[in-house]
C-alpha cells in the first residue's frame, strides 16, 4: 500500500487563509510613522488605540481626517487586524446631484478624492515620483480604500460628521 503524502499547508505558520488573502503589495513596509505636533493630536491617537469610538471636530487643517485616515491605514494594513478596507464617504456637492457632470460616477467623484490622494503621499515612502502619483489608485485597487459617494445612497438617510472618515472598531 502507497504511503500518503503528509498534508503540507499552503498557508505559513501562524497565518490563516484569510490573512494569507490580505496580503497586499502596498503593505506597512511602505508606510511612515506619523507623530503627534499637538497635544489635542496626541490625545486622538491616544484615544484611538484605546479603541474608543473618536468625534473631531475644529478647525479645517488641524489634521482630523489625515489623523483618522493614517490610523484606520495602519489597521487595514497590518494583517493581524479584522479589518479589510477603509470606506471613506463624502458628499460630493452640496445638492447630492452629479448627473449633470459630464462621465461616470468614477470621473464625477475623482476631483472629491484629491484631498485623500494627497494625504496617503504623505503618509507612504515610495521608491519613486511615478509610484506617489499611483500610490492612492493602487490603494483603491489592490481593495484598501473605498470612496463612496453620498448620491450612491438615493434616498438613504447617511448621517456624517464634518465629511470626516470615521472609524468604529467593535
Not at 44 to 56: G, I, N, P
Not at 120 to 136: A, G, H, I, N, T
Not at 154 to 165: A, D, K, P, T
Amino acid at each position: 500500500m502507497a504511503r500518503k503524502k503528509p498534508q503540507v499547508s499552503p498557508v505559513p505558520f501562524g497565518m490563516g487563509n484569510r490573512q494569507i488573502k490580505r496580503k497586499k503589495p502596498i503593505n506597512l513596509d511602505y508606510i511612515r510613522t506619523i507623530e503627534p505636533l499637538t497635544d489635542n493630536q496626541e490625545r486622538f491617537f491616544k484615544s484611538y488605540k484605546l479603541d474608543k469610538h473618536v468625534v473631531a471636530y475644529g478647525c479645517a487643517g488641524t489634521g482630523k481626517t489625515f489623523i483618522a485616515l493614517y490610523n484606520a491605514l495602519m489597521d487595514v494594513l497590518d494583517e493581524k487586524t479584522p479589518y479589510e478596507k477603509i470606506y471613506i464617504v463624502r458628499s460630493l456637492v452640496a445638492t447630492r446631484e452629479i448627473g449633470f457632470l459630464p462621465g461616470d460616477h468614477e470621473d464625477k467623484s475623482s476631483l472629491y478624492q484629491i484631498p485623500y490622494k494627497n494625504m496617503v503621499k504623505y503618509m507612504f515612502e515610495m521608491p519613486s515620483e511615478s509610484d506617489f502619483e499611483m500610490l492612492y489608485g493602487n490603494l483603491k485597487t489592490q481593495g484598501t480604500i473605498s470612496f463612496w459617494s453620498t448620491s450612491l445612497f438615493g434616498v438613504q438617510l447617511l448621517i456624517m460628521l464634518l465629511s470626516l472618515l470615521m472609524s468604529f472598531k467593535t
